[in-house]
Every structure is written in C-alpha cells, then in structure tokens.
C-alpha cells in the first residue's frame, strides 16, 4: 500500500479540516495516509520525521498568514534542510493546501511557496486536476469554486469557526484532491 504523509500547520482549526478532507479521499482511493500536524511551536517529533522519510509522498498545508505560510510551517520547512541536504525526500510526490479568510488572500502565493519547497527538495508535484466552478450558473459550494490548479485552495469566513469552515464545497475539492494525489502515486510510485 502506497503512504501519503500530510504534515501542516493550523492556527485555529480551519486548515485541520482541509488535512482531513485531503486525508480522506487518499484513504478512499486506496493509499494509507497519515496527519502530522506541526505544533504550536513550529516542531513534529522526530517519529513524524521518520513517517515524511518513509513516505511515498508528502502533502504540505498551511494557512495563509499576511501572503505567505504560517511561521511555524516556515520554522518545519527551514528544519527540513537536514533531509534536503541527503536529498531524502526526492522523487517523492508533493502537493499542497492552504486556507485563508479571504476567496483570493493571496493563496496562491504560499501555493508557490510550497511548490519551491518540494523543488528544493527535487520532488514531484502534482496539481489538483479539477476544472474550475466559473460559469454563471456556479454557486459558492461547487467543486473547486476558488478555481485553484497548482494545490488547494478552500476559505473559511474570517468570523466562521472550524465547524463554520471551510465551507462543504472546499471540502469536498479537498477530498478529490486527496483522490488524485493517492492515483498519481500508485501510477508513478
């Protein structure tokens, strides 16, 4: 069975549920799949360490703070030097998520973060694959309505608690990215 690791970093809950929806659909596409959630301190335990090391791919999730990652995902993503400099993680799959208050609030900027990351460490990357929500018939719940191709988006109103979002639509691109990712490590891995 392929393994997908999801290491990220959630400030409030939002990005949490966006992990678990992502979690989800590489679970129902066959892959196992494991959540590390970086703390509060920008730490994971060094058996988290060992899962990315073992992994066929890994999901990388941050909320989007002032246009970038959350400090603590940067303070994980600086402590990956160590794998980077082995090149432990290359020809891994890579993907990623964000979650932010706002339908643009510069998400895609930490989507190019990410990607730069996994490009650092000589990944692969993998895209979500939907077509966009954008005709005039699309409503707020559709699939991939934030219109997101390089990872996934999703938004939670900035007043909306975790159970509040992100909304049923972004959740439901979530696991469909998670299925997709799970397909392209079993066709490439």
Do not use: C
């Amino acid at each position: 069975m392929k393994k997908v690791a999801i290491v990220y970093h959630s400030g409030y809950g939002h990005t949490t549920k966006a992990a678990e929806a992502v979690h989800a659909g590489i679970v129902a596409a066959g892959a196992s799949s494991e959540l590390i959630l970086i703390d509060a301190e920008g730490n994971i335990s060094e058996a988290a360490w060992e899962t990315l090391a073992a992994a066929d791919a890994i999901v990388f999730g941050s909320p989007t703070y002032m246009g970038t990652v959350s400090w603590q995902f940067k303070k994980f993503a600086d402590a990956s030097s160590k794998p980077w400099y082995s090149q432990v993680w290359k020809d891994k799959i890579a993907a990623a998520f964000t979650n932010s208050a706002s339908m643009n609030g510069d998400k895609l900027s930490t989507l190019h973060y990410l990607f730069t990351l996994s490009q650092q460490h000589s990944m692969i990357w993998v895209g979500t694959g939907l077509m966009p929500s954008n005709s005039k018939a699309a409503q707020r719940n559709d699939i991939n309505y934030v219109a997101s191709f390089s990872g996934l988006m999703t938004q939670s109103p900035s007043d909306a608690s975790p159970e509040e979002g992100p909304l049923p639509g972004d959740l439901e691109t979530a696991k469909l990215f998670g299925k997709r990712i799970a397909e392209v490590v079993a066709k490439l891995k």
